[in-house]
Each structure stands twice: as structure tokens, then as C-alpha cells.
């Protein structure tokens, strides 16, 4: 309960102006402090505390004092001067009383002490009471001081927590201020975004409106190219018919050429087989300049226009005196074709090109040239040194046309390999010339490939894989100069063993499940004159086992022709190594080369006669249409002279 107003304390009433002089009580009296009088105790406080805060220990329905400041001192004064207020109230009557009494009555009379002495008792009494109704209010004080104090020390903690709490909100008001900072600047940033995104969306806008536009060409061109689509899809699907029945059409077609190529194939063996598979071809070598100096000439020697595959040879046959001609003995002869010396490399190859085709076909193809020294063998098979188009021989010729065939059948699904090996066989034994001598391995024998299979090889021999014709080339350059030569009584650079130049040929054709391999052999054989008395031992030795293996050659296609059951390939390394290419369905041909010459009438009659044996065998299914005169003797008028005997 709050104290009451200063308005309605007691106030002490003033004594009448005609009162007389106060006497020593009164000054006694007024010198006395007046008695306070004690406030009514105050109820708690209605101010609401802060949430989560308690009130201190001592102040629990207590009101608690406002903080200390001018506000503060100013309520606290009217509080103080309504309790002097209440004390002065206290004191008043009493002192009003004692000055009633000492003015009151009448002055005792100097002799009157016992009366002055009751006066002095009452007035004593009436001091006491007051002493105790000061002591009491002194008390009253002493407490409210205490209460004081004791507010005094909350109103200092309040102060404290206050204090605290004015901490924690300057800082939150700081971590306001701070946030307040950071969002001006992020509202700062925030406007600058804000004006790049407006000048962005204005661009925008402005890159949408030539979109807009874009897209209305775009609409209209995708509206023009979907009906070129749905036009072009009418014609693709039109197109995938025709597509789908052309490669019908070249399904049957493939299947047609397929078939075509097997059909040429068997009808060009067919041919083959008819003009037979051992053929036999005469080519005489033209005069050398030094023999076209010399006057020698080729009287002895007649091409009939009307044949070219006969060769006529003339010489005067001598009486037994040797003084009188008795004429002109003639000898006939009849081969698949005669080339006489005026014919070229292009033409002569132009006759065998066939059967370089058949070896690529899958057939095992075998080409010698036989005859004496100087007759033109190594000039037909290889060419000669310095080689040009026109004097490439046999061999670089048939190796373009094989790798030209090759590329012409890869569209017909065929693929080819090629390796090719040079060797020869000199005193029966076989040297590699694609090395050099001092490289050679130590023994090079013919093996078979297994024993399941008849093919034979040469185990160590160099095998080079080729793919042009330029790479031939270099190999017969190799071969050229490791071959074995000696100077002989017909030549001065005379060729003294075979050299045997193979081509392996496989071909595949994955898509029909169809694969062949053949050999083409070409055989530049050595000079095969009679031996001479005069003839040294190593020379001897050298021209018997040449001797021995053209005869071997001979009884091995004589045994082939007539299908004897014992064929002597083993009796010579020559005819061993090219077992495989001489019998069965394989195709060989003989160049028999005779030198122009009047002089060389005797070798050129041998190498005739041994060609014209061969010339009548045949192997395979039909014999060969031309197989004519075995060269036999006979008189005729050719430059004077009686009728013989005809041909047989």
C-alpha cells in the first residue's frame, strides 16, 4: 500500500501569537528532533518482471524501486518528506500539550516549590513519554533504514542485471546494426542484380523477339522441308525397292559371274587340255650383230607361211669321198608353235599367257627353256641385263599378269598371297640364289610337307613374299649374279645349272568358302651340247650331270604319257623338285631354243629331236591337236636334190 499523501498528514498547530513567551520546556522541546512516524510497509509491485528473471532473494513482495536517475530522486522526495511530515505530527500535540501546560497555568510562586516541583514531574513525565515515542520512532527509522538498505542492495543488483541485459542488447543492437549493414549491402547488390537482370531481360526480350521471328522462318522452312521429307520418304522407300531388286539383281548377277568364272575356268582348262597339257614351242634366236658382220646367214633354216608351227632344216649331205653333193637332206618338224627370229618377248608371251591365267585358276604350271649354250634360254626366261618393256622376258611377264589378275578378280571376292623363291641345281645339288654363298645353309634337301600330303618343299630356302612386279624384279637381279657360269666352246658366259624360279600362289574367297593354290615353276635349264674329248674334268663333270638330268626329264613325261606305274622323278633332283607341277592335272611347257647358226646344225638337230619326243606325249584327258613329224630325215629338192621318204 502506498504511503499516505503529504496533504492529509497531520500538521502541528502554531501557538496564538498572544500566547506568552515559550518557557525553558518549550525550548527544550523544539529542540528535540521530531519523531518520524514509521510508513506503512508497501505491497509488491504490480511492474511485471522480465520473462525468465526472478526476484532477488529478500525483495519477494517487495515493490522494487525504479532505477537511480532524476525520475528516480524525484519520486523518493515526496516519500521523505510525508514521514518527517507524519513525525512532526506525532510530536505536535505533545509538544502543544507541554506548552499548554506551562502556559496554561499560572506561575507557581517562587516559594511554591512543591508545586513548581509537580509541574517539573508532570512536565518530565510528559518529556519521557515523548523520549519514548522517539525512541520508538528512532526505532521505526532504523528499520525503514534497514529497509532500505536492504532495497538499496536489490535496487543495485536490478541495477546489475539491467546493466547486463543493456550489455547483451548493445550487442544484439551491434549484431543488429552489423546484419543491418550486411542487408544494406546485399540490398545494395541485391538493386545492382536487379538493373543487370532488367537490362539482361530488355536484351532478352529483344533476343526473343528475333527468335519469335526466327522461329516463324524456321516454322515455315521446317513446314517446306517436311514436305520435301515426306517426299524424299516416298522417293527413299521407292528408292529402297528399287535398291532392294537391284541387289537381287546383283545377288544373281555375282551368283552369274560366279558361275561364268567357274565356267571360264573349266572351259580354259578344257582348252588347255585339248591343245594339250605338255606343249612344246621352237624359238630360234636372231643373228647377232657380230654374225650379221660376219656374213653367217640362216639358209639352213625354213619358216613355212603357211604353218606356224613347222620348222624345216636343210644341210647338203656329202658323199663318202667327199668330192661330190648327192644334195640337201631335210628335216621336218611339227611343234605347237614355231617362233621364228624375228618375233618378240610381247609375242612369244602372248602364246603362254594362258597358261600363267591357269596357274592363278588353282593349276600347277611348269615353263622350261631347253638347248644349247648361246641359244637364247636365259634371254627368253629372264631378259637380258638391262632390261626395258620391250625385252622383259617370260618370267617378269607373267608375274605382271598374275598380280594384274589378282586385282581384277578382288571384286569377284578373291584375295591372293604370293612368295617367291629362286634356286638352282648344279651337280645335283641345290643352292638358294637368293642368298649369298656364304650365307647358304649347309644342305638343302626336298622333303615332303607331311605325310599326309604328297606336296613337297625345300625346308631352308628363302621364301620372300612379294607383292609387285618391281619386287620380282630385285629378286632376279639377286639371282642373276649368284648364279653358277663358266665360259664353254659356245658361249663365253655360259649358264652351267637349272634355275628354278617359283611362284606360290593361294588364293581365298571367304564369302563362298572357296580357297586354291598353285605353282608356277619357270625353269631356265642348262646348255645341253655333247660332251667334248677336249673338255676339262670339271666341265665333264659339270655337262654329264646336266646330260643326266635332261634325259631323266625326258623319261619322266615319256612314263607320264604312258601311265606307267613307276614314274623315276627321284632319279634327278630337277624332276624331283617338280614332281608336283609335271603330272596330273598340271600344265607344262617346253621353249626348245636353237641358235641360228649353220655351224650349230648338230646340237640344233639333238635339242629338236628331244623336243619332238616330248611334243608326242600327252597327259590328261585329250591329247593335243597338233603332235606332228619327230624330225626324221628325209631327201628333198630344197636347194637341188631327190624326193626322200615323207614324215612319219
Not at 121 to 135: D, G, P, S, W
Not at 208 to 232: H, I, P, W
Not at 386 to 414: C, H, S, Y
Request: hydrophobic fraction near 35%; include cysteine; glycine fraction near 8%.
Amino acid at each position: 500500500m502506498d504511503p499516505p499523501p503529504a496533504s492529509r498528514l497531520p500538521v502541528p498547530k502554531r501557538a496564538p501569537a498572544a500566547e506568552a513567551a515559550p518557557g525553558p520546556e518549550q525550548k527544550r522541546a523544539r529542540l528535540q528532533p521530531p519523531a518520524r512516524a514509521r510508513p506503512p510497509r508497501r505491497l509488491a509491485s504490480a511492474r511485471p518482471q522480465r520473462p525468465g528473471s526472478a526476484a532477488p532473494p529478500g525483495l519477494a513482495g517487495r515493490p522494487l524501486a525504479p532505477p537511480p536517475g532524476p525520475a528516480a530522486h524525484a519520486a523518493s522526495a515526496p516519500g521523505a518528506a510525508s514521514r518527517l511530515a507524519v513525525a512532526a505530527a506525532t510530536a505536535a500535540p505533545k509538544t502543544g500539550r507541554a506548552l499548554e501546560l506551562g502556559g496554561g497555568k499560572k506561575k507557581r510562586a517562587p516559594w511554591d516549590l512543591k508545586g513548581q516541583v509537580s509541574d517539573l514531574q508532570a512536565e518530565l513525565k510528559i518529556y519521557k513519554e515523548e523520549v519514548q515515542q522517539l525512541r520508538k520512532g528512532g526505532q521505526e527509522l532504523e528499520e525503514q533504514r534497514q529497509e532500505l538498505l536492504a532495497r538499496n542492495g536489490d535496487l543495485d543488483r536490478q541495477l546489475q542485471a539491467v546493466k547486463s541485459e543493456l550489455h547483451v542488447s548493445q550487442e544484439q543492437a551491434q549484431q543488429r546494426l552489423e546484419e543491418v549493414k550486411e542487408l544494406s549491402d546485399l540490398k545494395h547488390q541485391l538493386e545492382q542484380q536487379l538493373t543487370d537482370t532488367t537490362r539482361t531481360n530488355k536484351e532478352l526480350e529483344g533476343t526473343n523477339k528475333d527468335l519469335e521471328m526466327a522461329k516463324r522462318d524456321l516454322s515455315a522452312l521446317l513446314e517446306a522441308r517436311e514436305g520435301d521429307l515426306a517426299q524424299s520418304t516416298q522417293e527413299n522407300r521407292e528408292l529402297k525397292a528399287q535398291v532392294t531388286t537391284l541387289l537381287q539383281a546383283a545377288t544373281q548377277r555375282e551368283d552369274q559371274l560366279h558361275q561364268l568364272e567357274m565356267d571360264r575356268r573349266r572351259l580354259h582348262n578344257l582348252v588347255l587340255e585339248l591343245k594339250g597339257n605338255i606343249r612344246v614351242f621352237c624359238r630360234v634366236r636372231p643373228l647377232l650383230p657380230s654374225e650379221q658382220e660376219a656374213g653367217k646367214g640362216l639358209e639352213h633354216l625354213h619358216f613355212p607361211p603357211q604353218d606356224n608351227g613347222a620348222l624345216v632344216l636343210s644341210r647338203p649331205e656329202e658323199s663318202h669321198t667327199g668330192r661330190s653333193c648327192k644334195g640337201n637332206t631335210r628335216y621336218d618338224f611339227s611343234f605347237d608353235r614355231v617362233f621364228p627370229p624375228a618375233c618378240s618377248q610381247a609375242d612369244v608371251f602372248e602364246e603362254i599367257a594362258q597358261l600363267v591365267q591357269s596357274a592363278l585358276d588353282g593349276y600347277h604350271v611348269c615353263i622350261f627353256a631347253y638347248g644349247q649354250t648361246g641359244s637364247g634360254k636365259t634371254y627368253t626366261m629372264e631378259g637380258p641385263d638391262n632390261l626395258d618393256q620391250e625385252t622383259l622376258g617370260m618370267i617378269p611377264r607373267a608375274v605382271r599378269q598374275v598380280f594384274q589378275g589378282a586385282r581384277e578378280l578382288e571384286p569377284k571376292g578373291w584375295e591372293y598371297s604370293f612368295s617367291a623363291s629362286f634356286l638352282e641345281i648344279y651337280n645335283e645339288g641345290l643352292r638358294d640364289l637368293l642368298v649369298g654363298r656364304s650365307d647358304q645353309a649347309p644342305d638343302l634337301e626336298i622333303r615332303r610337307v607331311s605325310q599326309a600330303s604328297e606336296d613337297l618343299h625345300v625346308p631352308n630356302l628363302r621364301c620372300v613374299p612379294v607383292a609387285s612386279e618391281e619386287e620380282v624384279l630385285k629378286l632376279l637381279h639377286t639371282a642373276k649374279a649368284n648364279r653358277s657360269v663358266a665360259k664353254t666352246i659356245q658361249n663365253d658366259r655360259s649358264s652351267r645349272s637349272h634355275s628354278v624360279f617359283q611362284l606360290c600362289i593361294k588364293g581365298y574367297n571367304t564369302d563362298r568358302a572357296l580357297r586354291c593354290a598353285s605353282v608356277l615353276s619357270l625353269v631356265d635349264l642348262a646348255g645341253s651340247e655333247r660332251l667334248k674329248p677336249q673338255s676339262k674334268s670339271e666341265r665333264l663333270r659339270e655337262t654329264q650331270a646336266i646330260n643326266a638330268s635332261l634325259s631323266t626329264l625326258g623319261l619322266v613325261i615319256l612314263a607320264l604319257s604312258k601311265k606307267e606305274p613307276h614314274v623315276p622323278y627321284r632319279n634327278s633332283k630337277l624332276t624331283h623338285l617338280l614332281q608336283n607341277s609335271l603330272g596330273g592335272n598340271s600344265k607344262m611347257l617346253m621353249f626348245v631354243n636353237i641358235a641360228p647358226l649353220e655351224e650349230n646344225i648338230g646340237e640344233s638337230l639333238n635339242s629338236l629331236r628331244f623336243a619332238s619326243t616330248v611334243n608326242q606325249c600327252h597327259i590328261g584327258t585329250a591329247p593335243a591337236h597338233k603332235k606332228g613329224g619327230g624330225g626324221l630325215p628325209r631327201t628333198s629338192d630344197v636347194g637341188g636334190g631327190g624326193k626322200g621318204p615323207g614324215p612319219n
